[in-house]
């Protein structure tokens, strides 16, 4: 497993739906969640789709979903994956999810189905369980129990990762988990992905490139509820 460093003009058209987009703000929330689970990643998003703009010139545009504070709203929310890139302040690493897991049709309805609801709905940031979940990830208790900050599953709210990890669930590409533990390093390090990473964009490229520590290796049934 490596992490490369891809542009993502390149990257563009190789992206589908269900794949992770991780992300390493420079605000005093991201900071926050970095700390607490020990990491350099603070939010992550999915691809929504993938479309082709113009056929004979072969360019794509892709949507990304998240939950975050985006143009004023906080929320679950869907923007061109692009115009994010542009705007964010940061790394941004692109993880693919292993290509097998995604052939089913009737699971790609159900993740985009799912997903299209809580946009719809304008699903609000759920900024409790989001330090919550952070904060349970410091807790290491015997025989399978609960930190103070454990979290039962809620979908009246979302924070990023649960929103992402709610989805993949629908997709039948992770068993079932409690999404509302799930935190962004976490999510990352799901053995769900393709031996490769990318780093799409370098927030500071005057300091050497982070990469995503233990990526890849963990499996999902740990966070089952």
Same mark, same amino acid.
């Given at each position: 497993m490596a992490m490369k460093t891809l542009s993502y003009a390149q990257a563009r058209p190789l992206m589908k739906a269900g794949d992770v987009i991780a992300f390493s703000g420079k605000g005093h929330f991201s900071e926050v969640i970095?700390?607490?689970?020990? /990491?350099?990643?603070?939010?992550?998003?999915v691809v929504l789709q993938t479309?082709?703009?113009?056929?004979?010139?072969?360019?794509?545009?892709?949507?990304?979903?998240? /939950?975050?504070?985006i143009r004023g709203f906080s929320g679950v929310s869907i923007s061109l994956l692009s115009e994010r890139l542009d705007?964010?302040?940061?790394?941004? %690493?692109?993880? +693919?999810?292993?290509?097998?897991?995604t052939e089913n049709p009737e699971n790609h309805k159900a993740f985009y189905n799912f997903l299209f609801q809580q946009a719809k709905l304008k699903k609000p940031y759920d900024f409790p369980q989001a330090v919550q979940s952070a904060v349970d990830a410091m807790d290491e208790l015997p025989f399978g129990l609960h930190g103070p900050g454990y979290n039962r599953e809620d979908f009246s709210r979302f924070f990023c990762s649960e929103l992402v990890a709610a989805a993949l669930e629908r997709a039948k590409i992770v068993g079932t988990i409690n999404a509302s533990e799930v935190t962004p390093i976490d999510l990352c390090r %799901?053995?769900?992905?393709?031996?490769?990473?990318?780093?799409?964009?370098?927030?500071?490229?005057?300091? +050497?490139?982070? /990469?995503?520590?233990?990526?890849n290796s963990m499996d999902p049934a740990l966070w089952n509820l």
């Open positions: 970095k700390l607490a689970t020990r /990491s350099g990643v603070s939010h992550v998003g479309q082709v703009m113009e056929i004979e010139s072969g360019k794509f545009f892709n949507q990304i979903i998240e /939950s975050a504070t705007e964010y302040e940061g790394d941004i %690493w692109w993880l +693919p999810i292993q290509a097998k897991l %799901w053995n769900i992905y393709e031996q490769d990473y990318y780093l799409l964009k370098q927030g500071n490229p005057d300091k +050497p490139a982070q /990469s995503i520590t233990r990526f």
